[in-house]
């Protein structure tokens, strides 16, 4: 079997986040000070832009451990738009909507699950603030 370029990236991601992971906080929390505290639009698209990718690829760097665990979660079953009665999983979900093989799905998923709680913690994040503000 060869390489692809989703291996390739999800064992780049893996060792970076491996490697960096411990330092880049540490860079964070240091720099955190110095920091403009009133950045242009520009800056705050850039930095949320890049925070929800990031998350994305973090997830999606994990997808060999996590695919296949997240396409078992047990979602309820919908027929017509409407919930209907009962459990299904979120492979079955999937692949009677949209026809996905189940390797690809194993591999999506995890980024879509990793946008969604980028974009989740985002909007936490600017909940919290303002309420502080």
């Known amino acids: 079997m060869g390489i692809t370029g989703g291996r390739i990236l999800r064992l ?5 986040f491996r ?3 411990d330092v880049g906080l540490l860079l964070v929390v240091i720099t955190l000070g110095a920091l403009n505290k009133t950045p242009s639009w520009f800056s705050r698209l850039a930095i949320i832009a890049g925070l929800v990718m990031v998350s994305s690829a973090i997830f999606y760097s ?5 695919g ?3 396409l078992n979660l ?3 079953r919908v027929q017509n738009g409407w919930l209907a009665p009962g459990w299904t999983t979120l492979w079955h979900l999937i692949n009677n909507k949209y ?3 189940y390797a690809d799905a194993r591999q999506y998923v995890p980024a879509i699950v990793g946008l969604l709680v980028g974009v989740s913690l985002l909007l936490v994040l600017f909940l919290g603030i303002s309420e502080i503000s």
């Open 12 to 16: 780049l991601f893996y060792k970076l």
């Open 19 to 21: 490697v960096w992971g």
């Open 62 to 66: 994990w997808s060999e451990q996590i």
């Open 68 to 70: 296949a665990w997240l």
């Open 74 to 76: 047990p979602v309820p």
């Open 99 to 101: 026809h996905v093989v």
